[in-house]
């Protein structure tokens, strides 16, 4: 005697199991920006600010330094740099070490 068992002895379902569907696109995560600030103090010449903006943080020309030195003169602060966290922080530490007055690395 042949004996069949039913679905329900497994506590199988009769109708198939259906995944959902899966999305093909992958949507990246970026790494978020980092602001290189930096601030006024009363012991830090116009002439070494400069200075410091030209060695140190790449690309910078001469006219941009300036302004960012009358920046941070003037209004207290000024953004140097923005971009990816390692960078930032070699020119903020690199800053920093020359002497100026250096906010903290701040997410953009």
């Known amino acids: 005697m042949v004996t069949t068992l039913s679905a329900d002895v497994y506590g199988m379902a009769t109708a198939p199991t259906i995944a959902p569907e899966r ?21 830090n010449t116009f ?3 400069y200075e410091c903006l030209m060695k140190y943080i790449p690309g910078m020309s001469g006219d941009r330094a300036w302004d960012l030195t009358n920046q941070v003169h003037y209004e207290g602060q000024a953004i140097v740099w923005v971009g990816p966290q ?23």
């Open 23 to 43: 999305s093909n696109q992958v949507s990246p995560k970026l790494y978020p920006n980092y602001k290189v600030i930096v601030l006024n103090d009363d012991f």
């Open 47 to 49: 002439q070494h600010v």
């Open 86 to 108: 390692e960078p930032a922080e070699l020119y903020h530490q690199q800053l920093r070490r020359a002497g100026l007055t250096m906010a903290p690395l701040e997410a953009a």
